[in-house]
């Protein structure tokens, strides 16, 4: 059984933490020289097992410690190296410890544009404020979504115009201006069969009135029944948001408006089954149609290339983020997004998890956490209290990988495996 017991796993290496990694530096070989009868990098086991947590849709991992010197940027260093070259994967390393940085020496790169920069220049951008041209539908929504503003963003071409309505920079609606007579809501519902045609005109009657969304109107007078309505306006926003991503060259602008006067929008009748709105039913169905020319572009200048192919590495720069803090948590959330649409792995070396510190709130916002724990000295108890610490606020421990381990057996590998084995 593991020190954070089962189901969680426990790879073994017996490197140094603060072990040279020569093959990580350009110019040196790409693989370690054999130490047992089969040429191996000592990390493929470990690679193999979270291959099989990618192949889960566990992309976004963060790898953590409970104290200093444990081992878990040699670990990420050297996972992600692994994963690039067994898996044929993309992946990207994302160093957020900015009190002790290390991936930058691990891979010879300088500390300089990193995440911290990144995060306070790009994501507390205002495309309202700059030329329209150079932000795609992606961009001004992801950048809306960071700063949680609410309003109008309008999206037109030739004489097709909508209106994505946006609540704290969630997305509660989308209105079309002049849809086809078919495609409304009240004729959608007369056309299933769910609305008379008496019905219908006395809501229409109402809506004049009143002035609300006709779902509104039909629920409260009951017109028509909540599945119907739900069913329809589900229907009627796929449709919108469809012909929005078949607008080649839209032109976008953002009008601010006030919480209350969005309240009428928010379509409650769309809540999914997990009840959280349509936001997440926008972005998980069509995020990765969304077309992001500025954040892709501007990020690509902040990503280091290293000697291995398909692994890229962004340092953690010189600028400190609390990511404890609403707004750096929002921004590294719509990093996140951005990377994972970009790599097919995202691994994120956090601060070791203490007191005050950001892996809590780092954790929550990715698939799962990898504790790095070392073998000699380590304390059972401090251990246990970062696994509850972690839990605690919303991450999932995937499982533990123990450093500096004495490698008794004849082959280091068989001992390898065993460790996941043995539970």
């Known amino acids: 059984m593991s020190i954070l017991e089962k189901p969680h796993r426990i790879a073994v290496t017996n490197e140094s933490p603060m072990k040279p990694m020569p093959s990580l530096r350009a110019g040196d070989s790409p693989r370690p020289k054999a130490t047992n009868r089969m040429e191996s990098d000592p990390y493929e086991p470990l690679a193999g097992e979270v291959l099989r947590l990618v192949a889960e849709g566990k992309r976004r991992l963060l790898i953590t410690s409970s104290g200093a010197g444990e081992g878990k940027s040699t670990v990420t260093a050297r996972l992600g190296r692994a994963l690039a070259r067994s898996g044929n994967l993309s992946v990207v390393l994302v160093d957020t410890d900015q009190m002790r940085p290390t991936l930058h020496s691990l891979f010879g790169l300088e500390n300089q544009r990193g995440l911290g920069e990144l995060l306070e220049e790009i994501y507390r951008f205002d495309p309202s404020k700059e030329d329209p041209q150079q932000f795609g539908l992606g961009d001004w929504l992801e950048l809306l979504a960071v700063e949680g503003r609410s309003g109008r963003l309008t999206v037109a071409q030739d004489d097709q115009a909508f209106a994505i309505m946006l609540q704290k920079g969630a997305v509660v609606s989308i209105l079309q201006d002049q849809p086809p007579e078919d495609r409304r809501l009240g004729q959608l519902l007369a056309n299933q069969g769910q609305l008379g045609a008496e019905r219908l005109e006395t809501a229409l009657r109402t809506q004049r009135e009143v002035q609300r969304p006709l779902g509104d109107i039909l629920l409260s007078l009951g017109l028509a ?185 004849a082959d280091p590998l068989y001992y390898y495996y065993g460790a996941y084995t043995r539970r």
């Open 225 to 409: 029944e909540y599945e119907a309505v739900r069913n329809a306006l589900r229907t009627q926003f796929d449709e919108r948001l469809r012909s929005i991503m078949m607008l080649r060259r839209p032109k976008c602008a953002f009008i601010e408006a006030a919480e209350d006067s969005l309240s009428a929008y928010a379509s409650r009748h769309m809540a999914y089954s997990d009840g959280t709105g349509i936001d997440p039913h926008v972005r998980g169905k069509f995020g990765t149609f969304l077309k992001q020319p500025f954040l892709t572009s501007q990020m690509s200048a902040f990503l280091r290339d290293t000697d291995q192919e398909k692994l890229k590495v962004l340092v953690a720069g010189t600028r400190t983020t609390n990511f404890r803090e609403s707004s750096p948590a929002a921004a590294f959330k719509g990093l996140l997004n951005h990377l994972s649409a970009m790599f097919d792995v995202v691994l994120v070396d956090s601060p070791p998890v203490a007191v005050a510190s950001p892996a809590e709130a780092l954790g929550r916002l990715m698939d799962g956490v990898l504790m790095v724990v070392k073998a000699e000295g380590y304390d059972v108890q401090i251990i246990q209290r970062a696994k509850e610490q972690l839990q605690k606020n919303g991450s999932q421990i995937l499982g533990a990988i123990l450093t500096q381990a004495r490698m008794d057996l």
